[in-house]
């Protein structure tokens, strides 16, 4: 490969939008500042991605996008396989198949064409969907993380506004954690923020989503009831099996909605799915 054989951030956008089109150039820089990227740089500062660098962010994305892993378990995958190739999280397969990203890497580098990695060759028009969308899936036993987002980083890998942003804290959907004058907020707050820039597609807004918030207030209040018997005789037993009632009921909640809802729809789907 010849040594000047790279791309700028803008033609990576440009290189994998097709395949996920609500990549942005806030997300590549975003997952670069979670330290899953790490491009070199020109002696100006602008980043150089190479085709190891295109084929491991296309890994990180397609993980998000097949497999709803969060950002977190993404990191540790690719810390595990440092030095040998990264499993395909399309099929498990030892090393990644050549995919549109690799194929199209050199017809895209043309050192005399390269553009200034801060022109966001239109991503505007492609509002970023946060990967954590994913991660909607993520059992409720599995830790969301300590709150690292601030709310201009929230907004940059949701593709929300601050001011979106605001209203679905205001309507009690986002609760960010206040640390030393600053707020943070975790993995399941980028879900929801990303899960709320997919229904704006669809005309809905913060106001709307409310219902989610109120049906999950009264199932958590029911299955509380079914527990506070358990965490009345105060010995960790109980309490554990509290927990294990808990998790399992969240579960089954989750199957019921699911199929509750294909039957509600039925007669608008022709039953698929």
Same mark, same amino acid.
């Given at each position: &490969?010849?040594?000047?054989?790279?791309?700028? *951030?803008?033609?990576?956008?440009?290189?994998? #939008?097709?395949?996920?089109?609500?990549?942005?150039?806030?997300?590549?820089?975003?997952?670069?500042? +979670?330290?899953?990227?790490?491009?070199?740089?020109?002696?100006?500062?602008?980043? #150089?991605?190479?085709?190891?660098?295109?084929?491991?962010?296309?890994? *990180?994305?397609?993980? +998000?996008?097949? +497999?709803?892993?969060?950002? #977190?378990?993404?990191?540790?995958?690719?810390?595990?396989?440092?030095?040998?190739?990264?499993?395909?999280?399309?099929?498990?397969?030892?090393?990644?198949?050549?995919?549109?990203?690799?194929?199209?890497?050199?017809?895209?580098?043309?050192?005399?064409?390269?553009?200034?990695?801060?022109?966001?060759?239109? /991503?505007?028009?492609?509002?970023?969907?946060?990967?954590?969308? /994913?991660?909607?899936? =993520?059992?409720?036993?599995?830790?969301?993380?300590?709150?690292?987002? @601030?709310?201009?980083?929230?907004?940059?890998?949701?593709?929300?506004? @601050?001011?979106?942003?605001?209203?679905?804290?205001?309507?009690?959907?986002?609760?960010?954690? =206040?640390?030393?004058?600053?707020?943070?907020?975790?993995?399941?707050?980028? @879900? *929801?923020?990303?899960?709320?820039?997919?229904? =704006?597609?669809?005309?809905?807004?913060?106001?709307?989503?409310? &219902?989610?918030?109120?049906?999950?207030?009264?199932?958590?209040?029911?299955?509380?009831?079914?527990? @506070?018997?358990?965490?009345?005789?105060?010995?960790? +037993?109980?309490?554990?099996? /509290?927990?294990?009632?808990?998790?399992?009921?969240?579960?089954?909640?989750?199957? &019921?909605?699911?199929?509750?809802?294909?039957?509600?729809?039925?007669?608008?789907?022709?039953?698929?799915?």
């Amino acid at each position: &490969m010849n040594a000047r054989s790279y791309l700028s *951030i803008g033609q990576v956008l440009e290189l994998l #939008k097709r395949e996920f089109p609500d990549l942005t150039i806030s997300k590549i820089r975003f997952l670069e500042s +979670q330290g899953l990227l790490d491009p070199e740089r020109t002696p100006s500062g602008y980043r #150089k991605f190479y085709e190891p660098d295109v084929e491991r962010l296309r890994y *990180i994305l397609r993980a +998000q996008q097949d +497999q709803y892993l969060p950002l #977190k378990v993404i990191k540790g995958r690719l810390g595990d396989d440092e030095g040998a190739d990264a499993p395909d999280p399309g099929n498990g397969a030892a090393g990644p198949a050549p995919g549109p990203a690799t194929v199209a890497f050199a017809a895209v580098v043309e050192p005399s064409a390269l553009r200034r990695d801060d022109v966001d060759l239109g /991503a505007s028009r492609h509002p970023s969907v946060v990967a954590a969308v /994913a991660s909607a899936l =993520r059992p409720l036993e599995e830790e969301a993380g300590d709150g690292s987002l @601030t709310l201009e980083e929230l907004a940059a890998v949701s593709g929300l506004s @601050t001011a979106d942003l605001s209203e679905l804290e205001r309507f009690g959907l986002l609760t960010g954690r =206040r640390i030393a004058g600053t707020t943070y907020y975790d993995a399941d707050c980028a @879900t *929801i923020a990303g899960l709320a820039a997919r229904f =704006r597609a669809f005309g809905v807004e913060a106001r709307h989503l409310r &219902m989610y918030r109120t049906a999950v207030e009264r199932e958590a209040g029911f299955f509380e009831q079914v527990v @506070t018997p358990m965490l009345k005789q105060r010995n960790p +037993q109980a309490r554990r099996q /509290a927990v294990e009632a808990l998790l399992e009921m969240s579960r089954l909640g989750s199957g &019921m909605r699911e199929a509750l809802l294909r039957l509600a729809l039925r007669e608008y789907t022709g039953g698929a799915p």
